[in-house]
């Protein structure tokens, strides 16, 4: 079972669509996948179609009792995809699980639990390095960072890959980084070429050859429950997150 978390304390870089895409595409390879949302915003939970006010069980039960995991995982209509689903109550568990025992070990307890025939474990994570995205580090394997391509995309890239080698080095000593993947590339702008340049300079052997387009169909997906895949395979989103897909699969 390899657990990789999406990771970036900005929000709307695409975290979201990566996790889900990347989901899917794994469970399209054959590789049977969990999908974690641990944002409170459930985005990456209604992106799939999952409407949180119908559930009883979500991660934020399990956070607390990490043996009722498998009541809460859902099994999607689509094959070899299950979910673990947020809500808004999440929103409260940042403060709720500062008082509890081995507060960043929550996640990784659940995945103690939860059916070992998964292949891979996707986890969300909400746009902030607090002890949600903490709990998420140190239950994974490694970290995809999603960065968007434009002018501030670095800001916060120092702190984040400054938290990671902390939890490295204490809490998680198999935390690796997966790739960064850069996300909503616009062709037509200069600025998006040398920002892609620029990080592939900084960052060589790290980033994913893959660069996922800015597309509308990638936006629109979610308002239908799905994946961009699910919802237009031939458009260039879903072709370039089934190849940074594959690039994943090619890393194990
Ligand atoms: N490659 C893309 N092209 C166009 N829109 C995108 C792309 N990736 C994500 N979006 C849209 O941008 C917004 C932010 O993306 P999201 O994945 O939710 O970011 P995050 O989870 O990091 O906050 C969402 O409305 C999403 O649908
Ligand atoms: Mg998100």
């Not at 934020?60 to 809460?72: D, G, I, R, S, V």
């Not at 902030?128 to 709990?135: A, F, M, P, Q, V």
């Not at 204490?170 to 340049?197: C, F, Q, W």
Request: glycine share 4%; proline share 5%.
């Amino acid at each position: 079972m390899k657990k990789i978390a999406l990771c970036n304390q900005k929000g709307g870089v695409g975290k979201t669509a990566s996790a889900i895409n990347i989901a899917v595409g794994l469970s399209l390879a054959e590789k049977n996948v969990l999908l974690i949302d641990i944002d409170p915003q459930a985005n990456a939970t209604s992106g799939c179609g999952i409407d949180y006010r119908t559930l009883s069980h979500s991660i934020y039960n399990c956070l607390f009792e990490p043996h009722t995991a498998k009541e809460a995982v859902i099994k999607t209509k689509w094959p070899r995809l299950a979910v673990l689903p947020s809500t808004p109550d999440l929103a409260g568990a940042e403060i709720e699980l500062v008082e509890t025992e081995e507060r960043e070990r929550h996640l990784a307890k659940i995945l103690k639990i939860v059916d070992p025939e998964y292949d891979y474990v996707i986890i969300d994570c909400p746009p902030s390095l607090g002890i949600l995205t903490l709990n998420a580090l140190v239950a994974s394997d490694s970290v995809i960072i999603p960065i968007q391509c434009e002018y501030y995309a670095l800001e916060g890239l120092e702190k984040l890959l400054k938290t990671v080698k902390a939890i490295k080095q204490s809490l998680n000593p198999h935390l690796i980084i997966e790739g960064i993947l850069l996300t909503m590339y616009d062709a037509r702008l200069n600025l998006a070429k040398d920002v892609v340049e620029d990080i592939q300079k900084h960052f060589p052997n790290v980033v994913f050859k893959t660069v996922i387009p800015r597309s509308v169909r990638i936006a629109e997906s979610p308002s239908y429950g799905k994946s961009v895949i699910h919802y237009q395979i031939s458009s260039s989103g879903a072709q370039a997150y089934l190849n940074v897909t594959r690039e994943i699969i090619n890393h194990a």
